[in-house]
């Protein structure tokens, strides 16, 4: 079974590698330095996901499997180890953007929320403003329920 574990510096060549290879924003990695969790096989990052800290809420961002591992579960164990994490960090709820996987998050307990009902210091990100297209699904899920 492949178990997801905190990215280590060494790995954010490979996860660049992945978004890019999915068409998934890179840019403002270094300056936004969100929190990444990886799946290894054989060594290599086959998925991968990030929180990005925004007071009580994080962004929840960079979900990414490779082309040959999707819909085998990596998704939902990334997804579910950044939960995990948010839980930990007292987060209360996670925000996120997507261009191409609202089923998928609909599945995870994620709903359709409006960009607008987002922290305003989320909105302001990069990913709001310029990375992710204004018609971009806005989703949320509450981590207290």
Known sequence: MSES?????????????????????????????????????????????????????????????????RRSGLGQIIVAELERLARASQITRLILLTETAAEFFTRQGYRVIERGAAPKDMQESAEFRSLCPTSATCMAKSLTD
């Not at 790995?11 to 290879?21: F, N």
């Not at 998934?24 to 990695?29: A, I, K, M």
């Open 5 to 69: 574990e905190s990215a280590s510096a060494a790995d954010l060549v490979p996860i660049r590698a992945l978004l890019e290879a999915s068409g998934l924003p890179t840019s403002d990695l270094a300056s936004a330095r969100p929190e990444f969790a990886v799946i290894r096989e054989r060594g290599q990052v086959v998925a991968a996901g990030a929180l990005q800290r925004y007071g009580s809420s994080a962004l929840l961002r960079s979900v990414v499997v490779t082309a040959a591992r």
